[in-house]
């Protein structure tokens, strides 16, 4: 009589399985999409890595146990499964400018006083946070506020020789790599500062600051429309544009305004969401209670009049501006409330990074033709 063999595990039984989980926001099995590597098999083992498109996918979790059920239901139930869930943030074009830097982002909106800069910067910390490389740069030469939120307003930046160039060492604050005009441009002159020394500036601290390998490097905008987001589209591509926004009708409509710089026909920078910001009240003493003092709904309507999703709504706590004159968005974070709508942002914002990547073209410089 003849008995079967059992041949055990192979590799192809394990992709085939693995062809039947799906990235969610890719819409595409992880097979094809060529997200899993170094498969290895003994016995009933077997190990495998999953490269995910960002260290902050919020279905991290989802992936894997899905991966797992699909073992132990197309190829072996006692199959002793061990993923390693690593990541490799992808980047939107191939011949970069800055070509350490993988994807861009504008933080931006047409109205002043909406929250840009402490978005920026818990942002940053949210994303490195996940393990993400991150850099930011404050590009509000009017008024440069990560200096102070990060506490390196008295800092020189160091010089150090690459190559021939001498290059500006970012300043380094939890996990963020940071550089800002603010370093470039004396307070008391800034405001006499015309146009072309304003993008001279913003260039230099770009192209002349020695990033090294960063994933996401966020572009904290001053308000409106003007001189420095016309120079930054010419600089660089860049990746997308998120846009802020108050609760509150009036607000939308100037955040609207800036939206369209971006999406306009010469300069098609994708946007990659709004973000609601100071969307309720939530005070210490009772915190499960939520107070919409400036109304509801604008982040919604802006998103929805932008056709873009809306990354997040970020509450309003007690203290947070003295807080963030402390000198460290750190502390922001360390309130449990804002920690995790900040962790949660950070999580959509890499999510559209990635699916924008995977959809649609590079973007390309904005170049400017004359005559
Ligand atoms: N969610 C929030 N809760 C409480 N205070 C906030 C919140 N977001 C921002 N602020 C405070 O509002 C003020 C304006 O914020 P911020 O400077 O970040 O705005 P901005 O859009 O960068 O302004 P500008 O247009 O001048 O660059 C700051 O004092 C900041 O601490
Ligand atoms: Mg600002």
């Known amino acids: 009589m003849l008995f079967k063999k059992d041949k055990g595990i192979t590799e192809e039984q394990v992709k085939a399985a693995l062809s039947h989980v799906d990235d969610p926001d890719l819409k595409k099995d992880l097979i094809t999409l060529g997200m899993v590597k170094d498969i290895e098999i003994s016995g009933k083992r077997v190990a495998f890595s999953v490269v995910l498109t960002t260290p902050a996918c919020p279905m991290k979790d989802a992936i894997k146990n899905a991966c797992i059920n699909a073992i132990h239901l197309m190829v072996d139930k ?13 980047a939107d074009q191939k011949n970069r400018v800055l070509p350490q830097v993988r994807n861009v982002v504008a933080i931006s909106s047409g109205k002043g006083g909406v929250g840009k800069s402490t978005i920026a910067a818990n942002l940053a910390v949210a994303l490195a946070r996940t393990g993400a490389r991150v850099g930011l740069v404050d590009a509000d030469i ?16 160091m010089m150090e020789k690459i190559g021939e160039r001498d290059m500006l060492v970012p300043f380094e604050r939890h996990g963020v790599k940071l550089m800002s005009v603010g370093v470039l441009v004396p307070a008391d002159q800034a405001l006499v500062w015309r146009g072309p020394m304003a993008s001279k500036a913003l260039q230099q601290i770009i192209f002349d600051t020695n990033w090294g390998e960063i994933d996401y490097l966020l572009i904290d905008l001053p308000p409106g429309t003007g001189d420095v987001h016309l120079t930054l589209v010419q600089a660089l591509p860049v990746t997308g544009a998120v846009v802020i926004t108050t609760p509150q009708q009036v607000a939308v409509a100037d955040a609207r305004k800036g939206a369209e710089m971006f999406r306009s026909p010469q300069i098609q920078v994708p946007i990659l ?26 982040g919604q309507a802006l998103a929805d009049a932008l056709q873009s999703p809306l990354l997040g709504q970020i509450p309003m706590r007690e203290g947070m501006a003295a807080r963030s004159d402390q000198g460290s968005p750190i502390t922001l974070m360390e309130d449990d409330l804002l920690g995790a709508s900040f962790h949660s ?6 999510q559209q990074v990635a699916i924008r990547n995977a959809q649609k073209p ?7 033709t004359t005559g």
């Open 345 to 350: 942002l950070a999580q959509s914002l890499a």
């Open 273 to 298: 969401g709004v973000i609601e910001n100071m969307a309720y009240f939530v005070p210490d003493d009772a915190p499960d209670k939520q107070y919409h003092i400036f109304g509801q709904g604008g």
């Open 78 to 90: 006692e199959a002793e499964v061990a993923v390693n869930m690593t990541a490799q943030v992808t």
């Open 362 to 368: 590079p973007t390309q410089k904005v170049e400017i």
């Open 142 to 157: 009017y008024g440069p506020s990560q200096p102070i939120m990060f506490g390196f307003q008295d800092a020189r930046p």
